[in-house]
């Protein structure tokens, strides 16, 4: 298990150079010129003065001698610095990313036990009212809109029950675990609505699938109690897709968290990456790119090992 541990970590260090070159040369070849952004509209500046800014921000030698000052810089710890705001990247991400990790985990989290729950309890309970609700659930996760369902939820708890607040993501006054967590409320639950609505079908059908297998009927046969039928010998077997899915969610729940970012003034790191996107800020975007991309890479070797972990023909080459 080891060998295959270390097997599966070492194949990110190459996908890693691929994407860093893959996202260098697309952004860096972009007609958007981050040094203008320096410039006020009503000033008028000479050529010799923007080729000596260029210079200054390493913009004037060819792009093979930049990303390899780029990605050498990147390998001593040095993120660079925002063109337009002057602000360190490193500082960036420091500042923003634990907000956006801290809204994508609880998501997952609150997806995670919702949905599968529901689902389990759905495909146990099949055609009854436990199902039914399930079913709805799951219709009304995929067809209404993360924004939507966003303001439909500020209106109701924060503008008319006054329950919690419209946004942000603390403020001077936060004294208790309370004051801190009801920020984190409304944001989350808006993220896992269709994230429950997956993983609660996703959980339903590997379940009834699972269910239908012939070592069940023969577990049943043998007069082992449903509980132990269903905790023992169905779940284990029917989170193995449901796994995929969670896993492979964390990774976009990260970088997709736009539109609730937007919604709620969650001061997270897509909000960098808009505003970074907007004004051309080269070193922003790029190293904030590479850093979803690595994220992407480490959960689908999370989600080799846990697939090992679940089936010992997998790490022996018998898928």
């Given amino acids: 298990m080891g060998k295959f541990i270390l097997k599966k970590c ?40 923007m080729e000596a800014l260029r210079a200054r921000y390493g913009l004037d030698a060819p792009l093979y001698v930049q990303y390899f000052r ?11 610095k925002s063109i337009v705001g002057g602000t360190s990247v490193a500082t960036i991400i420091a500042r923003s990313l634990p907000a956006t990790f801290e809204l994508a985990f609880g998501a997952l989290i609150i997806s995670s036990v919702i949905g599968i729950t529901l689902g389990v309890l759905s495909a146990i309970h099949q055609n009854g009212p436990v199902d039914y609700i399930g079913r709805f659930i799951a219709v009304l996760g995929t067809s209404m809109p993360q924004f939507f369902f966003g303001i ?9 029950l006054g329950w919690l607040p419209i946004g942000g993501r ?36 590997s379940m009834l699938e699972v269910l239908n297998k012939d070592y069940i009927k023969t577990a049943r046969m043998k007069g082992i109690s449903e509980k132990r039928v269903y905790i023992t ?47 051309g800020d080269y070193p922003v975007i790029m190293v904030t790119t590479l850093l979803i991309a690595a994220t992407i890479l480490v959960s689908s070797v999370l989600l080799d090992i846990i697939t090992a972990l679940l089936d010992p023909r997998v790490r022996l080459g018998k898928e």
Avoid at 15 to 37: G, H, N, Q
């Fill in 10 to 49: 070492l194949m990110i260090i190459p996908m890693l150079f691929i994407i860093s070159v893959l996202v260098f040369f697309a952004i860096r070849m972009t007609k958007a010129d981050p040094v203008s952004w320096l410039i006020p509209a009503d000033v008028v500046v000479s050529e010799e003065n």
């Fill in 70 to 80: 780029w990605i050498g810089n990147i390998l001593r710890g040095d993120f660079g």
């Fill in 152 to 160: 439909i939820m500020i209106q109701i708890f924060a503008i008319k």
């Fill in 170 to 205: 603390t403020d001077p006054s936060v004294v208790t675990f309370w004051d801190r967590a009801k920020y984190l409320i409304l944001p989350t639950l808006t993220m896992s609505i269709a994230m429950i609505s997956t993983l609660l079908k996703y959980s339903r059908n």
């Fill in 233 to 279: 010998h169905a779940l284990r077997n029917a989170l193995r897709p449901v796994m995929v899915i969670i896993i492979f969610r964390l990774p976009l729940l990260i970088g997709g968290s736009v539109v609730i970012e937007s919604v709620f003034s969650w001061p997270g790191i897509s909000t960098q990456i808009v505003g970074a996107t907007t004004s």
